[in-house]
């Protein structure tokens, strides 16, 4: 620990020495032993779950009865040019109420709440019913394919599945509290290729203009209703991301044009229904083309239940404010605990610089989150 910062919290202080790791995704640069000390003094066991380069542990405290999971990632984004960062971006820096650094938000800062509310709790019931526990990654940044999702597999086959999950993701906007996610749209992407005939412009009745074939059924794409969304989502939205063709020569018709495309979408259709509803608008207007998809995660929903009550019962308690529920924003990986049965909310710092230069978070909004996970804690546990 670095004592030189001694009128720091003790959730300031952990949060310092998670950001001075240098843990671009996938490397956890010994954000995961840091944790791992300070739970095992805690009296939590731990299980180190390895995945090709990734690193992932499982920490559960208490022996019998529901678990109650946090579930965070100690990589971080790339953090680009560095010498467009006014602070280095891993040296951590208090300036007013803000902390400086990559990671503050997104989300070291969580981890760092979540460890101290465990170890108060702990010290304060050491015989508590139920269970707490850690799934900690540090592939939720990259491709995914080797962190929470192994550690899910690993506890299904294990029985072990938490009844109650919260992730730390940075849900709030403004003040800490103001807005937890019990949700997230699905996420469906394609890449679709047209073929054309390659020509020349002064006789394009020599060639096949995949560019001018497409556009139409681009454009009914985007104008398509694929749903209404409901209480808690909004409607399902459709965007195009890249359009790739041509020779770079404005006097030659392109062979072929790529497309990628995205689909965020609701529990009102599912991701059959959009593939094929897709394939049908491109099959009007008799285009030659292959579409491949990626689906990234299926939406989930906890509309009620012990998780959200608590978690907003804590929220008013703690920071006197009353939270709003939602759905919006990208994917995270509540995606891959969710089908497994469990409650997923996801609570975390303000999201207002997540993913940009000068990263930061509000220190009294890290000692807050810290007390409010403890209440939550409490609520369902105790």
């Known amino acids: 620990m670095d004592t030189a910062l001694p009128e720091l919290s003790t959730t300031l202080q952990l949060a310092y020495e998670l950001i001075k790791c240098e843990s671009i995704t996938p490397n956890d640069a010994g954000c995961q032993d840091l944790m791992i000390g300070r739970l095992k003094s805690a009296g939590f066991s731990i299980q180190n779950l390895p995945s090709g380069d990734v690193k992932n542990f499982w920490a559960v405290h208490g022996a019998t009865g529901p678990t109650f999971c946090f579930a ?10 560095v010498k467009s960062w006014v602070r280095p971006p891993f040296e951590p820096l208090i300036e007013g109420d803000l902390l400086y650094g990559r990671g503050t938000a997104d989300m070291k800062g969580s981890l760092a709440a979540m460890v101290t509310a465990a170890e108060r709790f702990v010290l304060t019931y050491p015989d508590h019913p139920g269970k707490i526990a850690f799934l900690i990654t540090s592939d939720e940044e990259g491709p995914a394919t080797d962190g929470t999702i192994k550690v899910i597999e690993w506890l299904q086959q294990s029985n072990q599945i938490p009844e109650w999950c919260l992730v730390g993701e940075p849900s709030s906007t403004k003040i800490v509290g103001d ?3 019990n949700g997230r749209r699905g996420s469906l992407g394609a890449e679709l290729t047209v073929k054309g005939i390659q020509g020349h412009v002064a006789y394009p009745q020599l060639a096949d203009n995949p560019i001018h074939n497409i556009s139409p059924a681009l454009s009914d794409l985007v104008a398509e209703c694929w749903d209404k969304g409901n209480e808690f989502f909004p409607a399902t939205s459709f965007q195009i991301s890249n359009i790739q063709s041509g020779t770079g020569a404005t006097n030659v018709i392109p062979e072929k044009a790529k497309v990628l ?3 965020r979408y609701s529990t009102e259709i599912t991701e059959k229904e959009i593939k094929a509803r897709t394939e049908e608008i491109l099959d009007k207007h008799n285009l030659n083309y292959k579409i491949s998809w990626v689906l990234s995660g299926k939406p989930f929903l906890t ?4 998780l959200v009550e608590s978690t907003v019962e804590s929220i008013l308690e703690v920071a006197g404010i009353k939270t709003q529920l939602s759905t919006a924003g990208g994917t995270s990986d509540g995606r891959f ?10 609570l975390g710092p303000i999201n207002a610089t997540i993913h940009q230069l000068n990263e930061c978070t509000s220190v009294k909004g890290l000692d807050c989150l810290s007390e409010i996970y403890q209440r939550i804690l409490e609520k369902l546990l105790i």
Do not use: L, R
């Open 72 to 81: 965070g990632h100690t990589d971080v984004v790339p953090i680009g040019d």
């Open 179 to 181: 807005v937890i996610k």
């Open 261 to 263: 495309f995205n689909f």
């Open 303 to 306: 509309s009620k239940g012990s």
């Open 337 to 346: 605990i969710a089908p497994h049965g469990s409650q997923v909310v996801e």
